[in-house]
């Protein structure tokens, strides 16, 4: 048992971790501004675990709210979710992302050393990797430059971590490269609940479905892939939780600055996702096909190795079981936690 600080915990990934954290018996103190998500979503998991945890509302941008959590709580470990994550408000207000997602880490980083707490779970993305990369993506494989300013932060963060680690001993930093998280629990309680139009596949195939968007746009159907369209590595947001435990538990017993793909390992293309929608949940989604998205790369997956054979995790999610989940929950809650 350990006490975890979980940044960005009342969020997508935040909130389907904190259950599995609260259900592997760990004490978790969430420390989340609120900016995208809702205190619901921790009512919900408590429900769920039937276990309480403690939620500090507070910016990780602010040095003092920070300090005061380490003071309050015996924190052991921190998995850092918290950040913003939309591609395309990154290109227009890239300063907000720079303070939120650099700046803030930073400050993170200043109160854990504060603190004496060196144990980190870092949300990273595959988007680090350059893209001259042909999949399945390896850690071993460069970085490059990100197409956008929000994949601009996540390689910064992680280059920040590894010469942390690299300059102080007592640092153990997991670095997760997430592919791309979709699904919710199963009970259809806690789900994705993206604010305004979503940029994203999968909750954008869930809002037509449920009526409130007419019809996917799917962009490009000439890349160089099994049916045209663009082809992704989808893994379910439990099976993704689970790798945060598996990661943390590796960290606890270990030193330095390790990079982790999250992925299935598989890729699926955007019409396999509609049609695999379609057939799973009986549900008709309404499709045009549409220009390129600037920035999209045809192909993208993970070669998972490392993670299964390092972390003991394995992904146990089937594509269908993550289109059915997505469906439970968005069918369960219309407009999310609204
Ligand atoms: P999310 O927006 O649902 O969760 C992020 C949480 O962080 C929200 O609850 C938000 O309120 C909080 N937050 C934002 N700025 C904050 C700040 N300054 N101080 C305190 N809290 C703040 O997003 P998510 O999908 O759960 O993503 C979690 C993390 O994983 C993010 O860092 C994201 O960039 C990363 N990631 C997500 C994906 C994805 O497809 N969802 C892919 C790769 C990486
Ligand atoms: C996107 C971001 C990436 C980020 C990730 C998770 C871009 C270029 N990349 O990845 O930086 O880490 O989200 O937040 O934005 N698609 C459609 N119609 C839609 C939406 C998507 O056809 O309405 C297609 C895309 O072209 C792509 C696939 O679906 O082929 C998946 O898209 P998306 O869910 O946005 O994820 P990524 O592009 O992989």
Redesign the pocket.
Known sequence: MARILV????????SHTCLELLNAGHEVVV???????SEEALHRVQKLADKTLVFVK????HPDELDQVFQNHQIDAVIH?????AVGESQQIPLVYFD??IA?SAQLFKSMEKAGVFTLVF???A?VYDEANHSPLNETMSTGMPSNN?GYT?LIVEQMLEKLAQADARWSIALLR?F??VGAHQSGLIG?DPQGIPN?LMPYVTQVAVGRREKLSIYGNDYDTIDGTGVRDYIHVVDLANAHLCALNNRLAAQGCRAWNIGTGHGSSVLEVKNTFEQVNGVAIAFEFAPRRAGDVATSFADNRRAINELDWQPQYTLKDMLADSWNWQKQNPNGFN
């Open positions: 940044t960005g915990g009342a969020g997508y990934i935040g420390f989340d501004n609120l900016s995208n998500s507070g910016d990780i941008r979710f918290a950040g913003l994550k939120n997602n803030g949300s990273s993305s988007t929000y996540k997430y791309n998280p994705e994203n």
